[in-house]
């Protein structure tokens, strides 16, 4: 093979389009969020802590039902609701609905249109409510305030 | 950040015409309503009792007040029309067609009046306790 011939490139790997770089609250996780807006993140949040809550209802309304067997049936699940794991779980279920409802509302109104420009500051401040208030609600649960 | 309808997907044929604006400000309504109902349910459930956790006589006490009642009723009605339009709105954006979406809007109707039917029935009962 001459200095001058080439041998044909094989084609590559599709060329995708140049990934932007992150900006804001996505800058530096990568991976999974790379490439995807951050309104797509918000509002996939949103739809996964509603299914995970509409879970709970049914588990909740299950659990319920005991309530109609008697205070002797109430006494061993109220046992049970006051295990420590059990509580960590429930904070889990705090948070979800304050990520949920929040950013609804987020969502609620950049949907009619109020603050569109701004719907990545509204995310990060109803992100950061919802920890700071998840703060304060684990610490009411387990006594501390 | 603007939208460039270009690149927005179009709805299908199917679900042109029927874009669920009216379903999209129910579920508004309802979660605004539910910011408010929610945080009562929860603080008076697990914020005003010692301990965080009612008991048997104290569930029964609660619930034999009407306002009470009448409050937890309107919760139990909002939080099931706002979660079967939300699971309405999740499955419908796998893009059935017309029959499949009539299909899901009647499921989860149906579901959510079963739902709504049991809860009723839980607080009479609890609430004829006492």
Known sequence: MSATTRTPRTPGPAQHPPQRPLRGPLRGTGGWARGRHLGSVAFLTNRVTGLLLIGYLYLHLGVLYLLTEGAGSWASVLHLFKNHWFLALESLLILFILVHGLNGLRLAL???GVGVRHHRVWFTTAMSV????YVVVV???FGVI | MVAD???VRQPSPSQRGR???TAWILQVVSGVLLVVLL???????HFVVKGGLRDYAQVVS???NPVVLAVESLFVVVLIWHAMLGLRAVLLDFGFGRRGQARITYGVTLLGALTAAYSFWLIAAIAAKG
Request: charged content about 10%; proline content about 0%; overall charge neutral.
């Open chain 1, 110 to 112: 950049v949907g009619t």
């Open chain 1, 130 to 133: 919802s920890a700071g208030l």
């Open chain 1, 139 to 141: 610490l009411a649960m």
């Open chain 2, 5 to 7: 309808l270009k690149e």
């Open chain 2, 19 to 21: 874009g669920g604006t």
């Open chain 2, 39 to 45: 945080g009562v349910h929860i603080v008076t459930q």
């Open chain 2, 62 to 64: 609660y619930l034999s």
